[in-house]
């Protein structure tokens, strides 16, 4: 697969040998660095109660605006026949797939990283994971409609192995479910005019790459609402619009063989 690369200066893919990095099962080339390190105004409250102010007014705005959906739910039908896992990194969540599932389009994404087992897939505001650029102006941009980017972390281990058993859960899929998640990965990443995929950075860690994304991220579409979007285009019933992790993982965690327990019929937000 041909790739393309972003404009934005000092921003290329970095070929080499196709060696593998040991750290937590996470796929390196070398000779690539890793040296990648990865509100209050105006006087008249305290910072503490226009934080709380503000957070009040977020979540009501929230609740007033998002929908209990934004990607139809499409019932895979057939038995299971492959899982995927759902990975939480703090407030951030990724879908993880294994290499061997991942159909010919969104394996060669991870072209160049040999022994590559699972390929794990975020979302997030482009300007903020790309660049790294953190500041309150940054984050207050976030709120609306801006550019995103997919990052992609190919692992040698197993998701659990990288990021610890108990930020990862299993779920089953059938054919049907794992080729909607398939289309869907490849609908999220942002292609040229000759249908290759557009390449931002390379990651924050070893094996990482950031990728253009074909949507947009806001205050009602973030990282997480795009896991959930991922998990219901494998016919996953997860609650649609879902904005935090933790809904995410309690959504996942009650599709598991040892959770019985009924879905509610919209998102929850824990505050």
């Known amino acids: 697969m041909r790739v393309s690369h972003s404009s934005q200066p000092g921003i290329d893919r970095v070929s080499g040998d196709k060696g593998i990095g040991a750290k937590r099962g996470l796929l390196r080339k070398p000779g690539v660095s890793q040296d990648r390190r990865s509100v209050c105004w105006r006087r008249p409250l ?4 226009l934080l709380r102010i503000g957070r009040s007014c977020v979540i009501a705005w929230v609740a007033a605006l998002a929908a209990c959906s934004t990607v139809p739910l499409m019932p895979a039908a057939g038995p299971v026949t492959t899982t995927i896992v759902v990975a939480r990194r ?10 061997e599932d991942a159909g010919p389009w969104v394996s060669a994404l991870a072209q160049g990283f040999e022994g590559a087992r699972f390929l794990c897939f975020g979302f997030g505001e482009r300007q903020y994971v790309v660049t790294r650029e953190h500041g309150v102006l940054t984050a207050l941009s976030a709120l609306f409609p801006s550019e995103a980017a997919i990052l992609m972390t190919v ?10 058993s108990s930020s990862v859960i299993t779920l089953g899929v059938s054919d049907a479910g794992l080729a909607g998640l398939r289309r869907f990965l490849q609908r999220s990443v942002q292609t040229d005019a000759a249908g290759g995929p557009v390449q931002l950075a390379e990651g924050p860690y070893p094996g990482s790459v950031f990728f253009a994304a074909t949507g947009t991220y806001d205050a009602l579409h973030t990282c997480n609402t795009w896991t959930s979007d991922a998990l219901r285009s494998a016919g996953l019933p997860v609650r649609g619009a879902i904005l935090f992790a933790r809904d995410v993982m309690d959504d996942a965690r009650q599709l598991t063989p040892e959770s019985a327990a009924p879905l509610p019929t919209c998102r929850t937000l824990h505050h």
Do not use: I
């Open 155 to 164: 692992l040698r281990d197993s998701p659990g192995a990288a990021f610890g």
């Open 46 to 49: 305290p910072c503490s109660s």
């Open 90 to 99: 703090a407030w951030h969540t990724d879908v993880c797939v294994r290499n």
